[in-house]
């Protein structure tokens, strides 16, 4: 190994290695906006369908139309409850496993097939 680094200023770990750890690179702001909007586009769609039933439904009340005000601001509750159920949604996604109970799976799995085995074997 041709490190030039002093073995001193390395942890056990890296030492065995012989190798410093990889720095990451830090994610800009824009990279990080434009990573979540790729990845969860409904989520800024259902805020910015929010923010338009809230400001028309603001418009509104200013423009004394109580009835159009009022249809506006349930309206601005119903975007927000769909874009939390669409957050939620999308966490739920990202952190779901379908690897459920992987001893048992890979139990019936060697069941189905000493089964098949003895059925050939008949």
Known sequence: ????????????Q?????EPPKLRKVETFEEKLYRKFTS???VPFGCLVTAYFLGS???????RD???SQRMMRARVGAQFATLLVF???A???????NVAPMYQA???MRRQQDSSEQNGR
Not at 1 to 12: A, E, K, N, R
Not at 14 to 18: D, F, L, R, S
Not at 92 to 98: K, L, R, T, V
């Open 1 to 12: 190994m041709g490190s030039s680094v002093d073995s001193s200023t390395l942890t056990p």
């Open 92 to 98: 739920g996604m990202n952190s779901i496993d379908f």
């Open 57 to 63: 439904g603001i418009n509104s009340f200013f423009n």
């Open 88 to 90: 939620m949604g999308y």
């Open 107 to 109: 139990s019936q799995q």
């Open 40 to 42: 969860e586009p409904l």
């Open 66 to 68: 109580a009835a159009r």
């Open 14 to 18: 890296q030492n065995e290695i012989g």
